[in-house]
């Protein structure tokens, strides 16, 4: 199999690369609502930009929590648990790994939630 440190460093770095887009997004998204509202706080552009502003912000912790994740897989294969399931402590499988690098689960505790 890969070497399983490789695989979520590399997933640590695609995972800071959307972290690093989403955030400058959302600094440019921010700094024209500002520039709007004081223009004119009933500009119909506003109630877009708070959505979009919303929106990224849900994106930014939905990254930002991956990326916890996957520090979180690293610190498991420094302790040689990586692979085995938090719940159930059966193997979590290659397949699933190499799909879900940072998964804690095997495919039949995560399918029971
Ligand atoms: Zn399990």
Do not use: K
Request: charged share 25%; glycine share 8%; aromatic share 2%.
């Amino acid at each position: 199999m890969d070497d399983p440190r490789r695989r979520l460093e590399h997933e640590r770095e695609v995972t800071l690369g959307r972290l690093a887009s989403l955030t400058g997004d959302h600094d440019a998204i921010v700094a024209a609502s500002l520039d709007t509202n004081a223009d004119d706080e009933h500009d119909p552009e506003g109630a877009t930009i708070a959505f979009e502003r919303s929106q990224i912000g849900a994106l930014v912790r939905q990254v930002a929590g991956h990326l916890a994740e996957v520090d979180a897989a690293l610190a498991r294969v420094s302790d040689g648990t990586y692979g085995v399931c938090e719940r159930c402590g059966s193997a979590t499988g290659e397949a699933r790994l190499e799909a879900l690098p940072a998964a804690r689960l095997c495919i039949t505790c995560a399918a029971a939630g």
